[in-house]
Nanobody, 124 residues
């Protein structure tokens, strides 16, 4: 069955960097669009960065220029490099896979499968 497992979260000071990974299994990773989302306490889940099967990327305004999404199809793994972190980036971060046809890379409703999330905490 399809599985997505995030790792790499943790605590970091403002201005610092983290790299998240999403290890996938149970399907042909390179054939699917994948994306990163986050959900802060009391807020809705929001799309951060997505990458289509052919490499097209999309970023939310909140992270454009600070975060970078990439994929390694040989390792079945998705990455999110996060730089210049601020306390506002504190959230649970999720990866998602299997975008529905015609849907946006950054919409929650676009994806069929989700990981369990990894916590990122940024202190000031």
């Amino acid at each position: 069955q399809v599985q997505l497992v995030e790792s790499g979260g943790g605590s970091v000071q403002a201005g610092g960097s983290l790299t998240l990974s999403c290890a996938t299994s149970g399907y042909t990773f390179g054939a699917e669009s994948v994306a990163w989302f986050r959900q802060a306490p009391g807020k809705e889940r929001e799309g951060l960065a997505g990458i289509a099967r052919y490499g097209e990327t999309a970023y939310a305004d909140a992270v454009e220029g600070r975060f970078s999404i990439s994929r390694d199809n040989a390792k079945n793994t998705l990455y999110l490099q996060m730089n210049s972190l601020t306390p506002e980036d504190t959230a649970i971060y999720y990866c998602a896979s299997h975008r529905l046809p015609g849907r946006s890379l950054l919409e929650v409703a676009s994806y069929l499968f989700w990981g369990q999330g990894t916590q990122v905490t940024v202190s000031s």
